[in-house]
Structures are given as structure tokens and as C-alpha cells.
Nanobody
Framework: QVQFEESGGGLVQPGGSLRLSCAAS????????MGWYRQVAGKQRELVAG???????NYEDSVKGRFTISRANALNTVYLQMNNLNVEDTAVYFC?????????WGQGTQVTVSS
């Protein structure tokens, strides 16, 4: 059974930083491209960062230069370092494979950027 467990969210002031973690199980992790997604209430979930099995990364334009995705294959874990956060980054953040496997979404982790 494929499962993703996200953690590390919270409340942070504009300009602050957070590091998200996602533990994956039920997938051959080192063979998968992975992604971090986010969803704002009432809007579609969007991919914000992806990392290939070889470590190549890609980012949505609004987070380039501020977010860094990385992975630790030995731990079946993918990370998202988020710096210089702004209020538009407020969302629930999820991880999944890239492209995502339907019906395997975890609970996500809430990130709230507010002064």
C-alpha cells in the first residue's frame, strides 16, 4: 500500500523558513521521481517542486530561488526547504510521486505565512 506522510508545516512570519519532510512507503522510492504539491482551499492542487530519481530538480516559477527539494533514498524521504516565505505560499503541502498516483494522497501539512 502506497503511503505518504508529510510533516514540518506550521505558522511562520513573512520572510521566514520552514523545512518539510515526507516519508514514503509502498513504493520503490529510489526508482521514482517525487514531487511536492500544494493546495489552497477552493483551488486545484499544483506541483511546486519535483526531483527525478537521478536528482534533477524543477520548480514552479513562483518558488524558484526560494524553495529547494531534495531526497534521501536510504530513508525513503523527500524534503522541501522553503525560504523567504510569503503569504501566497500559505497552503496545505503534500508529497507524491511525479506524476502523482491518484488516491494515495496523505493528510498533507499546513503552512501558514502570516504576520
Amino acid at each position: 500500500q502506497v503511503q505518504f506522510e508529510e510533516s514540518g508545516g506550521g505558522l511562520v512570519q513573512p520572510g521566514g523558513s520552514l523545512r518539510l519532510s515526507c516519508a514514503a512507503s509502498g513504493v520503490i522510492f529510489r526508482g521514482q521521481s517525487m514531487g511536492w504539491y500544494r493546495q489552497v482551499a477552493g483551488k486545484q492542487r499544483e506541483l511546486v517542486a519535483g526531483i527525478s530519481r537521478m536528482g534533477f530538480t524543477n520548480y514552479e516559477d513562483s518558488v524558484k530561488g526560494r524553495f529547494t527539494i531534495s531526497r534521501a533514498n536510504a530513508l525513503n524521504t523527500v524534503y522541501l526547504q522553503m525560504n523567504n516565505l510569503n503569504v501566497e505560499d500559505t497552503a496545505v503541502y503534500f508529497c507524491n510521486t511525479d506524476p502523482a498516483i491518484d488516491d494515495t494522497w496523505g493528510q498533507g501539512t499546513q503552512v501558514t505565512v502570516s504576520s
